[in-house]
């Protein structure tokens, strides 16, 4: 097959989608040389996979697999092939050819997400297939937004506060304990916005503290057949310097601004759950734990009515039908339907913080064209600029908890 201009192409040009939305385009082909085809198919696919390998064993290591599947849409249709032409195969001369589709999503399908062990991803793939050659295939990612409403959230609005210490051991002698509190005047919140909070750390011990820190912990739970296995991001971060024994550390209304990551919960997914903390860690220097001191946030997609109206933002009404089941474990009264308007005030859409990830799926030739280096994309509301000191690198600690 000579050179060819082969792609997918959707109306929606942002590529962001919300359940139960029509998704509408076409399939491009423009030829320079003549070329033989059977077919041109479309492949509508969505679905959640989780998978990770542990090893076990002492001389004899052997690896075990653990994994688990849902399917949202699997659906594939043929744009040109031997219904419309009567032919096992055809030949199209040089020019240009049109194809176009419409597919409707399903209600009620999760937030796109990708990570290591677990994604959750939509995408439309063509291919053309060539008699005795190998078949030409692209492929367009798109992002879905299952949008979650703050204001659905019981206790939202409420604020939160903990207080925990530990004690530090050296030789046979523990020390005075270290404590922290964190204090937040709210729990609900959107990316864009940065969470208030206060702190007061006192350290009772004769050891320095190296350094506090407060961190927006996303602690994601991938669900296999027979295992759990849960990782933690620090999705951002700010520091304070070493705290001297005996001393204090106060941190008054500072602000930990929130990048675009995906909403709480991953609703509609049942094998991956998110979940956010505002994490305030003390490291002792030498040898020791941290301190982790942990409150619970609520991340979602469309902001608390009492703050948007502080940003000059009215935040449209949910419908009054019955609501789908919240996911296990999350508070009742998650809204998550379709029907609320695509074009949110003051809203961008912003790619995630998680950063991209290569897309090739098994079966993919490596010729395969289009946008295979993707990241997903959420809602941001730009209201407040952070801080340059703020770090926004994502760190990944893949093997952090097994359950």
Excluded at 56 to 83: D, I, Q
Excluded at 157 to 162: N, T, W
Excluded at 368 to 373: E, M, V
Excluded at 382 to 391: A, E, G, L, R, V
Aim: charge should be negative.
């Amino acid at each position: 097959m000579g050179k060819e201009v082969f792609q997918i192409i959707l109306d929606n040009q942002s590529g962001v989608f919300y359940p139960g939305q029509p998704v509408t385009g076409r399939v491009d082909l423009e030829l320079f040389d003549s070329l033989k085809v059977r077919a041109i198919n479309l492949h509508f696919r969505g679905y959640a996979n989780v998978h990770w390998t542990e090893r076990s064993g002492g001389k004899n290591k052997r690896t075990r697999h653990y994994s688990s599947n849902e399917s949202y849409m699997n659906n594939k249709v043929c744009l040109f092939g031997k219904e419309q032409h009567g032919e096992d195969s055809v030949k199209l001369e040089p020019g240009k050819y049109s194809y176009p589709f419409n597919f409707q999503l399903p209600q009620g399908i999760p937030s796109s997400y990708e990570a290591t062990i677990g994604r959750v991803r939509y995408f439309i793939q063509s291919e053309i297939d060539i008699p005795w050659a190998f078949d030409k295939q692209t492929k367009r990612m798109f992002t879905v937004v299952n949008l979650l409403d703050l204001n659905t959230v019981p206790n939202a609005m409420s604020g939160a506060s903990k207080t925990d210490q530990k004690t530090l051991c050296c030789l046979c002698c523990e020390s005075d304990p270290i404590s922290a509190m964190v204090t937040i005047d709210r729990i609900g919140y959107v990316p864009g916005e940065g969470i208030v909070f206060r702190s007061e750390i006192i350290n009772k011990s004769d050891r320095e503290m190296t350094c506090s820190k407060a961190q927006l912990l996303m602690t994601v739970q991938y669900h296999a057949t027979s295992k759990t296995r849960s990782v933690n991001n620090i999705v951002n971060e700010i520091a304070h310097g070493k705290i001297e024994g005996g001393g204090t550390d106060i941190w008054m209304n500072e602000k930990l601004h929130i990048p675009a990551v995906p909403p709480s919960y991953l609703q509609g997914c049942n094998i991956i759950d998110i979940r956010y903390y505002l994490m305030m860690n003390v490291d002792p220097s030498g040898l020791g734990f941290d301190l982790n001191v942990p409150v619970e946030v609520v991340i979602g997609s469309i902001p608390l009515a009492s703050i948007a109206q502080q940003h000059g933002m009215t935040v449209p009404s949910a419908p009054s039908q019955p609501l789908p089941p919240p996911p296990p474990g999350a508070p009742q009264g998650l809204y998550s339907d379709s029907s609320l308007p695509t074009n949110i005030p003051q809203a961008a859409l912003a790619e995630s913080a998680l950063g991209r990830v290569n897309t090739k799926e098994e079966g993919d030739t490596d010729e395969i064209t289009g946008n295979t280096n993707f990241a997903p994309v959420y809602t941001y509301y730009q209201w407040d600029k952070p801080d340059p000191n703020q770090t926004f690198a994502v760190q990944m600690n893949e093997g952090d908890t097994e359950n």
